[in-house]
Every structure is written in C-alpha cells, then in structure tokens.
Nanobody, 119 residues
C-alpha cells in the first residue's frame, strides 16, 4: 500500500493548514488512520487517529482542540485540519495505517509533508 501526504507548507503563527493523505489500498475503509509528526532532532510523535468509519477520533494533548482528523472513505483519503498553529507544530507530518486508534497500532507509513510555522 502507498500513502501519500500533501498540503504542507509555510504558515504564520495562528494560521491554518489542511493536510491530506491519499491511500492506494482498495480496502481503505477497513483500517484506522493516524497522523504523526517528527520535528528536527526529535523522535516521532503521535498527533491523532481516526477509526474506520470516521466516527471516533483520538488526539494527543498537544493538539487537542486545535487539530481535527477526518476521512472520506469514498476518496480513500484522510485529512488533518490544523488551526491556531504554533511554532512548535513545525515538523514533517506523516500519515499511517493501522488496526485501531492506539498510537502503537500503526505499522504502515507514508511519505511525509513538511509544515513550517513561523513566529
């Protein structure tokens, strides 16, 4: 399976961006999807996840209330809407496929997209 993230870029503090991740898997709706990020010099960090139907989501405390994950199973795409962005949100963002909402359940990763938040 291939996961292709897009939508990254440069944004000012307080701004918004929407990331997309398109999957090549025919049975996309059978898998939970997640977003992770990795800032320079830091380990990869869980951002949030969404279940197969899109009815349940789970977020890290660092993004809760600012970021929203959604999915369109017909388009085989998952989204990450990022609002009220902060410089500490600067990172390469990756989407991933997994078996549940839990951060440890993700085992297939896509290419990342870079988000830079300027102060």
């Amino acid at each position: 399976v291939q996961l292709q993230a897009s939508g990254g870029g440069l944004v000012q503090t307080g701004g918004s961006l929407r990331l997309s991740c398109a999957s090549s898997r025919r049975t996309f709706s059978s898998y939970a999807m997640g977003w992770f990020r990795q800032a320079p010099g830091k380990e990869r960090e869980f951002v949030g996840s969404i279940n197969r139907s899109g009815g349940s989501t789970y977020y890290s405390d660092s993004v809760k209330g600012r970021f929203t994950i959604s999915r369109d199973n017909a388009k085989k795409t998952v989204y990450l809407q990022m609002n009220s962005l902060k410089p500490e949100d600067t990172a390469v963002y990756y989407c991933a496929e997994g078996g549940s909402l839990h951060p440890a359940a993700f085992d297939i990763w896509g290419q990342g997209t870079l988000v830079t938040v300027s102060s």
